[in-house]
């Protein structure tokens, strides 16, 4: 059985991975757009999460047992209230039970569980665009400080086979998150599949997240489920052709815990061992398939385990 979710779910995803509870249960795992925010997952202990609680009771003059009976639209209207005085509600908790270390721990030191992964994210996951400023050189010394010329002497901008590298390198920490997963994985003999999806989204984003035509948070679900006609973006037949790309890999995936198949390019798992097939990635656009080999490079890994590890 595979299990697979996007966003939170993704975030859910990963629970199962990390929680000894469901040893045994399935046997693939996709992870979309899941890996924002992992690294204060479970950061909690049960005696913090009780005490954020009884502050939630106070503050709303609620009891246990109110909320036990409360309708769920009423409970989360009221959660949602009470967020903006308390901070967000605690996630992953290190309860001893579920989670006996953090999930983000947990993954540092690989012991995550022995399945198929299919794992990645979406170009503007974690984008903030600010007009008037440039938006690479801020990205580059947030993520590299001092070594950010480093990085432009190894890949120039300027070079067009660096274009998918450098939009990957807008896209927010999941992507270096995505990564230093993939390497754990594969380093302890797991088939791991790294995607990047960044396909150009035609119309206006008018809530200001991302530059227009960038693939926003939650833009793959249209794909991933078929439901483009159902969008009010104007796409086209190759975001169409796209859609359906992905819904065979997802697909075969869920079935083999292999995405390859007789309809789509072949997609080769990361690797770190395989010169072939070294850090290969699926790059997802409206022109189809790319797969990129993201070279052994310490700037990648140094970030990467730094989001883990800090």
């Known amino acids: 059985m595979t299990i697979f979710g996007q966003s939170a779910g993704g ?3 990963i629970s199962h991975l990390c929680s000894p509870l469901s040893e045994g249960l399935f046997s693939g795992a996709i992870i979309q757009s899941g890996f924002s925010g992992i690294t204060s997952y479970g950061t909690l202990t049960m005696a913090e999460e009780e005490a954020w ?10 009891t246990v047992d109110d909320l036990l009976v409360m ?24 309860d001893g039970v579920v989670f006996p270390i953090s999930p983000a721990a947990d993954i540092l030191t690989g012991s995550s569980k022995n399945v198929h992964l299919m794992v990645g994210s979406v170009a503007g996951d974690g984008s903030i665009y600010r007009p008037g400023e440039d938006p690479v050189t801020t990205r580059l010394k947030i993520l ?10 190894k890949y120039p901008r300027n070079d ?11 896209d927010s920490d999941p992507w270096f998150e995505n990564l230093y997963f993939c390497i754990n994985q594969t380093s ?3 088939l791991a599949y790294l995607y990047h999806f960044c396909p150009t989204i035609p119309g206006h984003d008018e809530y200001g997240f991302v530059p227009d035509g960038q693939a926003y948070h939650s833009a793959d679900l249209w794909y991933v489920f078929g439901t483009l006609n159902r969008c009010w973006r104007d796409f086209d037949e190759r975001h169409y052709a796209l859609s359906d790309m992905v819904i065979d890999y997802w697909t075969n995936f869920a079935k083999t815990g292999n995405p390859n198949g007789p309809t789509v390019p072949e997609w080769h798992p990361y690797s770190r061992l395989d010169p072939d097939q070294l850090y ?4 997802l656009d409206e022109n189809g398939s790319s797969i990129r080999s993201l070279i052994n490079d310490d700037v990648w890994t140094l970030v990467a385990f730094r989001l883990f590890a800090d």
Request: glycine share 10%; charged share 30%.
């Open 144 to 153: 590299y400080g001092e070594r950010a010329g480093e990085f432009e002497e």
């Open 280 to 283: 290969a990635t699926n790059f």
């Open 53 to 62: 609680g009884e502050r939630f009771c106070q503050r709303t003059g609620k």
């Open 71 to 94: 309708p769920a639209d009423q409970l989360q209207r009221l959660y949602e209230k009470t967020e903006r005085d308390l901070g967000s509600i605690p996630k992953q908790t290190m």
């Open 188 to 190: 302890h003999n797991n």
């Open 160 to 170: 067009p086979e660096n274009e998918g590298l450098y939009r990957a390198l807008m």
């Open 11 to 13: 975030g859910s995803v």
